[in-house]
């Protein structure tokens, strides 16, 4: 059994987001995202399904035309989509793609 501490765990900027990767297998991918003050994931067309956890701060979420603000201990779940986040304050995340059945 292997538990992992959202808070210690390591992460690199968006264009280093494979070493944010703590866990996946053919079904899933897990990684902790890290958002500077100010900081954003631009958009991205992401072609499995998404679940993103706030674990600290807040983060504005765009889904294809839909805003929302994710604050700390919610979480979003969506289907393939475009999607891109930002934060004013800075937020730490968990992100899980999960691959759709086909």
């Known amino acids: 059994m292997k538990i992992f501490d959202m808070m210690d765990l390591e992460a690199e900027g968006y264009e280093k987001r494979m070493v944010n990767v703590f866990f996946q297998n053919e079904m899933f991918k897990t990684r902790v995202i890290v958002l ?3 900081g954003k994931i631009p958009e ?3 072609d ?7 674990v600290k701060g807040e983060v504005t979420i765009k889904k294809n035309n839909e805003i ?3 604050k700390e201990n919610q979480v979003f779940i969506t289907e393939p989509a475009q999607i891109s986040m930002e934060s004013i304050t800075g937020a730490r995340l968990m992100g899980v793609q ?3 059945i086909e």
């Open 68 to 70: 929302a603000l994710l």
């Open 48 to 54: 499995s399904y998404v679940l993103f956890y706030v």
């Open 98 to 100: 999960i691959k759709a």
């Open 44 to 46: 991205c067309q992401m």
């Open 36 to 38: 500077e003050e100010n």
